[in-house]
């Protein structure tokens, strides 16, 4: 079985898929049966609470709703457009299979688990654990890098990378900022994340790069009028 594995990932995905499985593991315990986790949870949230600045709501709820549905939505159509453009149907499936997957887990474990929110505000669910936004984030532009890295030089690749890096960890820390979770939900989200992208492959991908770079564009754009229209709401909302 070993052996098998080895095959379908290479040694470094192996060993991340494995390490990140693991620590998902151990967060969802230490969720369920440590005093210790809950105490640090509890003094995140409330130190977090009393340190808001003007400045850091709107740049922190700007990287939030970079994970709403609509978002989501938009990049997931994008990026589909791209693959149907060139008959990548496979990879239509993958992607489309890995988003449908990550959510069912975190549905299945958020009720399953029933862990309470810090806060309750309208239009957030009830439950905490895992976070959806932080494991939309990890998934949607996880994906978006491993599609695009084949056909990107290596300076756009890494610059690409830190990029998506420094938003998905802004929105983990956003949805803790704002007393939407608990610190340890963003971090389960995070390994699960990183464990489901581990195992996740795309073959034949985009070679025509005008066509990208329209794609991108386009979201872009489309992404900055949907901040534009929904940013004053929310930060209204969290006042």
Do not use: E
């Not at 795309?202 to 992404?223: E, G, M, N, Q």
Request: overall charge positive; some cysteine; aromatic content about 12%.
């Amino acid at each position: 079985m070993l052996k098998i594995s080895v095959t379908l990932l290479s040694k470094p995905r192996l060993v991340l898929a494995a390490s990140s499985f693991c620590l998902f593991l151990l967060m969802t315990a230490l969720q369920l049966y440590s005093n210790s986790l809950q105490g640090w949870n509890v003094s995140c949230h409330q130190w977090l609470q009393t340190h808001h600045y003007t400045n850091l709501n709107t740049v922190l709820m700007s990287m939030t709703l970079m994970a709403d549905d609509p978002i989501i939505i938009l990049i997931t159509a994008a990026v589909c457009y791209l693959m149907a453009a060139q008959a990548q149907w496979n990879n239509i499936i993958r992607f489309i299979a890995t988003l449908g997957i990550g959510y069912s887990l975190m549905l299945s474990i958020k009720y399953g688990l029933q862990v309470p929110r810090p806060i309750s505000m309208a239009g957030l669910g009830p439950y905490a654990y895992p976070s959806g936004h932080t494991l939309a984030a990890t998934l949607t532009y996880g994906m978006l890098f491993l599609y695009c890295r084949p056909f990107l030089l290596k300076p756009f690749q890494h610059l690409l990378f830190m990029s998506i890096l420094a938003l998905v960890a802004g929105i983990a820390f956003s949805r803790v900022y704002f007393g939407f979770h608990w610190p340890a939900d963003v971090f389960a989200s995070l390994f699960l994340g990183i464990f489901i992208l581990s195992v996740t492959r795309f073959t034949d991908t985009a070679k025509t790069p005008r066509r990208l770079i329209l794609t991108i564009l386009t979201t872009v754009i489309a992404s900055i009028v949907y901040q534009v229209l929904v940013l004053p709401v929310s930060l209204h909302a969290i006042t």
